[in-house]
């Protein structure tokens, strides 16, 4: 038996600890409709973590916000791909 961790029962990620936008203005990352992403995906683009937010992003089909450098669009194309290319295999 496992004893959660308080990250566990927050529901964040464990990569959070290391990423770049600890500290940052969450709001940067959730802009309002039509808002920039500039200065979110510039702090994303060195992040150590960026691929595990990214993949938790996409995997969890995240509908908003700026996670791993790509917005809720980016991510949606992504999943298109890989579907495409799963049933290409299929
Ligand atoms: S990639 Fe961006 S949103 Fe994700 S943890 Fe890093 S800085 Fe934060």
């Known amino acids: ?6 990250a566990d029962i927050l529901e ?7 990423a770049n936008c ?3 203005n969450q709001d940067l990352f959730f802009p ?5 992403t500039v200065k979110a995906k510039a702090i994303c683009k060195d992040c150590d973590v960026r ?3 990214l993949e938790f992003a ?3 089909k995240e509908r908003f916000g700026i996670w791993g450098g790509k917005s809720e669009r980016e991510r949606r194309a992504i999943r298109r ?3 495409q290319k799963q049933e290409k295999k299929s």
């Open 1 to 6: 038996m496992s004893i959660a961790t308080l």
């Open 12 to 18: 964040i990620p464990g990569f959070y600890k290391d």
């Open 22 to 24: 600890v500290g940052e």
């Open 32 to 36: 309002d409709r039509g808002g920039s």
């Open 51 to 53: 691929e595990e937010c």
């Open 58 to 60: 996409v995997e969890r």
């Open 81 to 83: 791909e890989r579907r």
